[in-house]
């Protein structure tokens, strides 16, 4: 199983119109370090692909016999050009990587954001995934570039996480039947290239609701750790449409929201839908999970013990969204936490407990 966390180094350029630059991407190989030594297995890697794909074409292309730029067909003035990789930022990734991979750490490349869809900021994109052929073409040639581009790494080593997130049936004209169709047709090109390279597919829903239909595609299916929301991001700056400033001040156990009674019992029962998943022969993974730092220390961790409990009962492996920040093990700045400092990380040494006892060995 694998246990680790997502880092943060290119999972978004930004807003509609990112100013983005090479300097602004660090990669902490301490980090890394860290999580090596504490036992960890696992790096999840999100990605916004305007590092990699910008400066569209919108209409115009160079020719490469004469250096002259010449106008193409109306049509084409209609349509956004996907295909201008970035040697710049990709060779960042490259770097990352190697850097994961070479710690004997197993990195989950991830699209968080993909042409035409994001769970955050939606409306920036100029297509849309679920509708449009031209995203759905840019998706599946970003993701066949990246298996040619990494297929001398093993299954053991990489894999690949399409989409980070896919929203609820109904939203952005997504049917179930329309999202497995995209994504079989990705998982399908990626095997072209590297037939055993290993495969995962987030659940709906922001990633909180199974999707068995896609059982027979021979993937991985992603889960999240995030319930109930109202006390994971309580206070979450970007959940304050939703009214997260409003919600009650969460307590755990016994939180009333959702239609439950929130306690280690009630999140044994919400993942049932992913144990009989498990249980058909499908392999789960939690992509995600974690506490926003807004709740209070003592709250956070009773919630930690219970969830990484259920995760071990389940024999489900987990990642925290990341490493270092408001949902992770270093620096997240709640109050009233128990601080450790090693190799310059300052961690939580209670969650640091937590996390790697809950890890099945």
Avoid at 164 to 174: D, F, S, V
Avoid at 215 to 241: C, F, I
Avoid at 302 to 317: H, Q, R
Avoid at 328 to 347: L, M
């Amino acid at each position: 199983m694998w246990y680790g966390f997502n880092v943060l180094w290119f999972f978004s350029a930004g807003g509609p119109n990112p100013e983005i630059s090479p300097e602004k991407i660090k990669i902490d190989e301490n980090d890394l370090d860290f999580m090596a030594e504490m036992g960890c297995n696992f790096v999840r890697v999100p990605t916004d692909y305007r590092y990699f794909v910008h400066d569209f074409d919108l209409g115009f292309n160079t020719n490469p016999k004469n250096g002259r730029v010449k106008a193409l067909s109306k049509a084409c003035l209609d349509r956004t050009y996907y295909g201008n990789y970035d040697e710049t930022y990709l060779k960042l990734l490259d770097r990352a990587v190697e850097a994961i991979v070479s710690r004997g750490l197993h990195c989950s490349l991830n699209v968080h954001r993909g042409p035409g869809y994001c769970i955050n900021g939606n409306e920036w994109e100029k297509h849309n995934l679920w509708q449009d052929k031209i995203a759905q073409d840019a998706f599946t040639e970003l993701w066949a570039h990246f298996a040619e581009r990494y297929k001398k790494y093993s299954k053991d080593q990489l894999s690949f996480d399409l989409l980070n997130e896919p929203p609820a049936p109904g939203e952005y004209g997504l049917t179930r039947e329309i999202h497995k169709d995209v994504m079989a047709r990705v998982a399908g090109e990626i095997r072209k290239i590297s037939p055993e390279r290993t495969i995962i597919c987030d659940g709906l829903c922001g990633g909180h609701v199974a999707a068995p239909e896609l059982s027979d595609l021979n993937v991985v299916m992603s889960g999240r750790g995030y319930m109930p929301m109202r006390l994971t991001h309580w206070k979450a700056e970007w959940m304050q449409k939703n009214g997260s400033f409003d919600w009650e001040y969460p307590q755990w156990p016994g939180m009333e929201c959702d239609g439950r009674k929130w306690c280690r019992e009630e999140l044994l029962d919400f993942y049932k839908p992913w144990k009989e998943m498990a249980d058909a022969g499908n392999i789960v993974h939690i992509g995600e999970c974690g506490c926003y730092n807004k709740v209070s220390n003592e709250t956070a961790l009773a919630w930690y013990k219970d969830f990484f409990s259920v995760m071990n009962e389940l024999n489900f492996g987990y990642a925290l969204w990341n490493f270092r920040g408001p949902f992770g093990i270093a620096e997240h700045g709640r109050e009233g936490t128990n601080w450790e400092v090693k190799n310059g990380i300052k961690f939580d040494k209670d969650l640091y407990k937590l996390f790697v006892e809950g890890m099945k060995k």
